[in-house]
Every structure is written in C-alpha cells, then in structure tokens.
C-alpha cells in the first residue's frame, strides 16, 4: 500500500540548501519536491535515548526542517554505549538539550525544539498536535501505549521500534491506514514479565538497526514514497542476521481503533495499567521492605543474615553488594533453589531495581518463609547510598 505524501513542500530550497542534500536531489523518487517536503516536515522524537539517537542524527542530517526532542532524563555514562548522539562532555547535562546541540552541529538548518520535560496525559495532546509525525523510542510500556493513544486520538501517524538484547522490532501504526499498537498488543505484558533493556541489556548498535529502520520509514511517509511499514511488522533478529516482515491486521474489536471503541479519551493512568509489580509483589513487600542503610546497619551489627542475590549471573559480575550469594530469581519461582534458603537466618533479597526481588519475595513467602525482607531500590539505591564508589550499571 502506498500513501500520498503527508507534508506539502515547501515553497523553494535555498542555494545552501541544494549543496547540502544534492544527493538526496538526484534521487529520482525523492528530487527537488521530496526534499521540500522535508524540509516543510515536523517531527517528534520521543526520547533520546536509544533509538532517539541515531533516528534524530539522521533525521537531522536528512533536512527534516524541525525536530521536536522530548526527553527529561540526564545523560548518564551508561547511556553512551548506545546512545551516539550524546558525547562525554554530555554526562549529567539534559538529553534533550545534549541531543540539540549534536543536531545544530550536523545539519543547522534544522530548526530544533526542546521538550524537556516527562510526556504525560496533561501534555501529551497539545505536543504531538504541533507535528506531522512521531518517533516513538520509548523504553517502557506505559509511555508506549499512551503514545499510541494519543496518535490515534489525534489522528497522528507515528513510527514505531522497540529492542532488547539481540532483537528488534518496528512498525508504523497509523489507524486511519492500518492497526494501532493495541491492535497489536492489546495488553501489556505481566508485570515482571519482560524486562526492560536496563534489566536485560541491548547490543548497542542494535539500536542503529532498528533507528534507522525508523527514519527510513519517516522519510517515506513524509515524502510520500515506497511501501510504508504500515499493516506490518518488521522483526530484526542480529545474531541470525534476519528480517521477518510479519503482517498486522487492524482488529475490529480494537478497544481504541475498532469498529466500537470503548477507549475515546486517554486513560487515566497508564503506569498503573501497565503495572510496576504483581499484585502478590505488591502485597508481599509491605513491612518487609528494607532500605539500603538498614541493610548496611543489620550488616555493621553482625545481625545473621542471609542476603541473595535474585538477578542474572552476568549481572552479578558487574556489580555486587558484599556478602551476597547469587541465587537467580527464575530458580526461586520454579521453586528449584527453595532448599538453599535457611530456616533459621533472617533472608534479605535484592535485584538490581527492587522490582524482580519483590516477585522472588512473594514467592518466597508463599513457600513459609514469611520473616523473608526485599531490598527497595536493589543495587542501585545501595551504590546512592552506602557505596558510591561502585558501578551503577
Ligand atoms: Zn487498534
């Protein structure tokens, strides 16, 4: 399916503006008119982060007239092994204003506009109506849906990817033309279920792959040319080195873009219905959470305690909290490392962020060990709090 150009063109290109993108101009597909109608687009990048990155270097050097950047994290050193638009010099200033800097310096007849603030449903509306076409590189689940629900409210097409480890994925939702994200995933995934890429870990460069899939799939709709992503699923898989383009059907039972859409306005939370933890985590943590400085008194005391380690081997040789046994948290849910727990230490268990810990301690506390603890914040609160001097991963 081909769609007719989404922007007009603008009305001319200037001498400087010919030099620059020549070889855009002597695309027969693209020409003079296609870069007019760049040059007339406006899009949103939603993060700069990941995919952020290299889709806004690119959109940028393509002559996308204006970039609108939204992003209200920090650039942080861990970020830089995927993150190409930010540099050294970057770590601890705005990743909307870091990223606008790069971008001014690549291409300065770009106009750019910095969001630098979270995306919520208070302003979400009135910052995708000012563009012609989102980029979603969003790393959690309830900022995509709300992005795919204001798209849709608003009629907005937008482009689509997500990664994690060796495996990407992107598509263009546009429900005028083709499925929603709903449509898709009409649910989120099980607390727990899917971890994120802080969790998990990403192939930096996965992140080119998939970004620059992206921007291809901007390009076209905004010049109107080739097949666009729409109705299809691109699945990239970098170790087997595949492309698989899965189709997608719009579902006419779509609870937002079907034939009887029960969902006419934004939700009114979207991290509770994505949901940070299971109801059992939830109710398992209450007065058996401990923060990072008790668990350093009850350690400095000589208190018998028996702390685990619920997250992944790799994990674990990257950063530890000393005295922690490793005890992964999917042997405590099978219930295959229940007997390496003691019946007579006071168990303290900890991930990287509290969130896998608090499912290992309803589990746990399902199986009779109900004096069982978790630690709030995992290893990240610990390096805040007790040691600074270790890696924040
Ligand atoms: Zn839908």
Known sequence: MSLPPLVEPAAELTVDEIRRYSRHLIIPDVGVEGQKRLKNARVLCVGAGGLGS??????????????????????????????????????GRSKAESAAASIREINPLVNVEIHNTALDRENVR????????IVDGTDNFATRYMVNDAAVLLGKPYVWGSIYRFDGQASVFWAEHGPCYRCLYPEPPPPGMVPSC?????????????????????????????????GRLMVYDA???????????????????????????????YEDFCGAVSDEAQEAVVDSTITALELKDWQDSGKDIFLVDVREPAEYEIVRIPGATLIPKGEILSGEALAKFPQDRQIVLHCKSGVRSAEALAALKAAGFSDAVHLQGGVLSWVKQVDPSLPAY
């Open 239 to 269: 170790l087997e080195m595949s492309y698989r383009k899965i189709k997608v059907r719009k579902d006419p039972n779509c609870v937002l873009c079907g034939e009887n859409p029960t969902l006419t306005d934004l939700m009114e939370d």
């Open 198 to 230: 802080a969790e998990g870990g990403v192939l930096g460069v996965l992140c080119a792959s998939i970004g620059s899939i992206q921007v291809n799939e901007v390009i076209k709709l905004l010049a109107g040319i080739g097949e666009p992503l729409v």
């Open 126 to 133: 009135d910052i995708f109506s000012r563009y012609d076409l």
């Open 54 to 91: 290299p889709a806004l270097l690119y959109l940028a050097a393509a002559g996308v007239g204006t970039l609108g950047i939204i992003d209200f994290d920090t650039v942080d050193e861990s970020n830089l092994q995927r993150q190409v638009i930010h540099g050294v010099s970057d770590v």
